[in-house]
């Protein structure tokens, strides 16, 4: 709305000029800035004369079409449009949805330990006290009725009516629409509780019982001091350093400049130089396809399942059945085939391989269950970990990168989303990838989960043998709450935050204003110390509360993300969150090492999505079934062949460059480039041949 600041100067100035009358008439009347604005383009639209033309056209960037542009958005987006939808939910809830909310309302039992939203449990007795009359528009006169912060705003003028007499009532479908909305938001935090639910439980249930008892081993756990002021001092004390650092290479760095640009914040860090392009792996690549040719990828499958030792938990299944190991590992291994590229197993059991449809249901009803695809998936990423020879791979980063992949799924999915940022229908896919390629962790999440929570929970979460001392993540996986909670977990976050040029550097003390001159104007307020030492031991709890898996991480980052005056132990973490941002954004942008690093990473994770759409071909990519368990089955099943993939290509890249003529190829380029994710070599598509006496030649 910037662009009209001009525009009223400019009929402020030519108010003695001929302009449209109808135009200043607009300007004088409306006194909101914003509908001040609206009101001009909406004149100047509607009445086009030779005088608009000359004062407000020029005066606005794109003319005509901006102000066009902006009365129908104004028109679609405003007052009239809220109201029109208000009006609409009022009309749906009253004929359709009222009776089963009024129903769940008679079975469910709402309790809150915050005496603050006391008055919406109020509510909800008046709401079910008042259900059964029928035909009664307002409230009777003399009933108490609690008032929350819902009724504000908006829906004020719909909720609190004058009757005939001129006396304030409450109108009662408006109410009850306003009432369940701010049931809504408290659930989602916590905030109000269902008794004897799982996943709405009374968030107490969420934190370890023995903390008390306990106290000392958790907090040993977590390798932090039981003094608050200890923790206080070390935070503060690496703050200070990092902002020194950075105060020092402020001038130095021609990469970074910090000082006062206006809009555009304080910070401008000039992108990263392009990267040497690896000139041999090409070659090794083509060496590879030359020795082993096209490779099926249910043969990658079999390889990896047969040398990683997958079939020893494969055998220890076929115990609860009648089946022959190898049988039921050739049924399995064609199951996950079939999940993992969507095309289904009435697909699959057409091809050549001797196992009928029902018997391949059979196995995929009685054995293949998440918790085991999950443990092979794991066996898989561990044994190429172990598989992997130092000289060539390194002795291992204990970083990750995580990201999410946006898959479509059918309108009647009871958890398809329709995902802004995407653009589509469907569900998130959260993966964690090491730098080498390798998925140590998959998470099937809803578009409006939190990317902050399912990063922290596959980075303690995961089971492989990978320790994660930090994890990289594009701009929706990080908040000053993720930098409280990692810090308190033991490991890094770190971000490439997109918008990185308004990052605020907060102050270690009061009174230091001259203490970092050449980083003042990107300088804030002092992080309040006194807030964390306050909540230090309730944030322990909570974030072992997450470490020990007694609760979800979505569940604990919820309470302190929907409603964060409310939450006793939000303000400390917040705190802690923006001092190790700040020690964070100081590193990284002195170090240009980490940047690279960062953006490799997340190269990586993109690399590694671009490589579900080779494989996940089956129906569009979309997932089709509505039940969770089958949608969760077939990521995990997706991972499982994607890591098999990688474990072979690990394999045969090593078997290539074993021998003596490509001791001197690769260049130190070439071996930083160098990654098993690639998959121009395999045969995703087509019969599916699976014969387990016919192996790769691999030793």
């Given at each position: 709305m910037l662009?009209?600041?001009?525009?009223?100067?400019?009929?402020?100035?030519?108010?003695?000029?001929?302009?449209?009358?109808?135009?200043?008439?607009?300007?004088?009347?409306?006194t909101g800035k914003e509908n001040i604005l609206f009101a001009i383009?909406?004149?100047?639209?509607?009445?086009?004369?030779?005088?608009?033309?000359?004062?407000?056209?020029?005066?606005?960037?794109?003319g005509e079409q901006t102000l066009k542009d902006l009365v129908h958005e104004y028109k679609t987006k405003g007052p009239?449009?809220?109201?029109?939808?208000?009006?609409?939910?009022?009309?749906?809830?009253?004929?359709?949805?009222?009776?089963?909310?009024?129903?769940?309302?008679e079975v469910l039992d709402f309790k809150s330990s915050n005496t603050i939203h006391r008055p919406v449990l109020d509510a909800l007795e008046l709401i079910e006290r008042h259900a059964a009359k029928q035909g009664i528009t307002y409230y009777p006169l003399g009933e108490y009725v609690p008032e929350h912060k819902a009724l504000g705003n908006d829906w004020a003028d719909l909720v609190f009516k004058d009757d005939k007499r001129g006396r304030r009532r409450v109108q009662r479908m408006a109410y009850e629409i306003r009432t369940f909305q701010a049931l809504r938001e408290a659930l989602r935090c916590k905030e109000i509780w269902v008794t004897g639910a799982e996943r709405w439980r009374n968030p107490d249930e969420d934190l370890p019982a023995d903390f008390e008892a306990r106290r000392a081993e958790h907090y040993a756990d977590l390798r932090k001091p039981l003094d608050p002021t200890t923790f206080v001092d070390e935070v503060r004390s690496e703050m200070r350093a990092e902002l020194e650092l950075l105060n020092a290479a402020a001038l130095k760095a021609k990469w970074l400049q910090i000082g006062d640009r206006g809009r555009q914040g304080a910070i401008k860090l000039t992108p990263l130089d392009r990267a040497p392009e690896p000139a041999n792996l090409g070659k090794l690549k083509g060496a590879i396809s030359r020795r082993w040719g096209q490779v099926a990828l249910i043969d990658m499958l079999k390889e990896a399942v047969l040398r990683s030792g997958c079939l020893d938990r494969l055998s220890a299944a076929a115990t609860r059945g009648d089946l022959d190991a190898e049988v039921l590992a050739e049924r399995l291994m064609l199951v996950i085939y079939a999940y993992g590229t969507n095309t289904g197993i009435h697909t699959i059991a057409g091809s050549a391989h001797g196992h009928t449809e029902d018997e391949l249901r059979y196995v995929r009803r009685r054995y293949l269950?998440?918790?085991?695809?999950?443990?092979?998936?794991?066996?898989?990423?561990?044994?190429?970990?172990?598989?992997?020879e130092p000289g060539l791979w390194g002795t291992g980063s204990s970083t990750v990168a995580s990201d999410s992949t946006h898959f479509g799924a059918y309108d009647q999915n009871l958890v398809t989303e329709w995902h802004a940022r995407y653009g589509g229908r469907g569900v998130l896919i959260y993966?964690?990838?090491e730098q080498k390629s390798v998925a140590i962790h998959s998470q099937l999440i809803n578009c409006s989960a939190s990317e902050v929570a399912a990063m922290i929970e596959g980075a303690m979460?995961?089971?492989?043998?990978?320790?994660?001392?930090?994890?990289?993540?594009?701009?929706?996986?990080?908040?000053?709450v993720g930098f409280g909670v990692t810090r308190l977990l033991g490991f890094d976050l770190l971000p490439r935050i997109k918008g990185i040029n308004r990052v605020k550097l907060y102050r270690p003390a009061a009174g230091e204003a001259d203490a970092y001159p050449n980083l003042t104007p990107a300088m804030t307020r002092p992080i309040r110390w006194d807030l964390i030492e306050t909540?230090?031991?309730a944030m322990i709890k909570y974030t072992t509360a997450i470490k020990s898996g007694t609760a979800s991480t979505e569940a604990i980052l919820r309470r302190f993300m929907r409603t964060p005056t409310a939450h006793p132990a939000y303000q400390g973490m917040i705190e802690l969150g923006r001092a190790q941002k700040t020690i964070f954004t100081a590193r990284y942008l002195r170090d240009r090492d980490l940047q690279r690093q960062i953006n490799a990473g997340l190269n990586v994770s993109e690399a590694w999505n671009a490589g579900n759409g080779v494989i996940y071909f089956g129906k569009g990519g979309g997932i089709t079934s509505n039940r969770r368990d089958e949608q969760e089955l077939s990521v995990l099943c997706?991972?499982?062949?994607?890591?098999?993939?990688?474990?072979?290509?690990?394999?045969?890249?090593?078997?290539?460059?074993?021998?003596?003529?490509?001791?001197d190829v690769l260049t130190d380029t070439d071996r930083r480039g160098l990654t098993p994710l690639f998959w121009t070599h395999i045969t995703p598509y087509g019969e599916v041949r699976l014969d387990m006496n016919r192996r790769l030649s691999l030793d």
């Open positions: 662009l009209f600041i001009a525009t009223v100067h400019r009929i402020q100035a030519h108010a003695d000029r001929r302009v449209s009358q109808e135009l200043v008439n607009a300007f004088k009347k409306v383009a909406e004149a100047a639209v509607e009445k086009p004369d030779d005088a608009v033309r000359k004062v407000v056209y020029p005066a606005v960037a794109g009239i449009y809220r109201r029109t939808v208000q009006t609409k939910l009022k009309a749906s809830y009253s004929s359709h949805y009222r009776q089963g909310l009024i129903r769940l309302l269950t998440p918790d085991i695809a999950q443990a092979l998936a794991i066996e898989i990423a561990n044994a190429t970990f172990t598989a992997r993966w964690h990838v979460h995961h089971g492989t043998s990978f320790d994660v001392e930090g994890n990289m993540v594009d701009t929706h996986g990080q908040s000053e909540a230090y031991d997706l991972r499982i062949l994607q890591t098999a993939l990688v474990y072979v290509n690990t394999l045969m890249i090593q078997h290539v460059l074993a021998d003596p003529a490509w001791d």
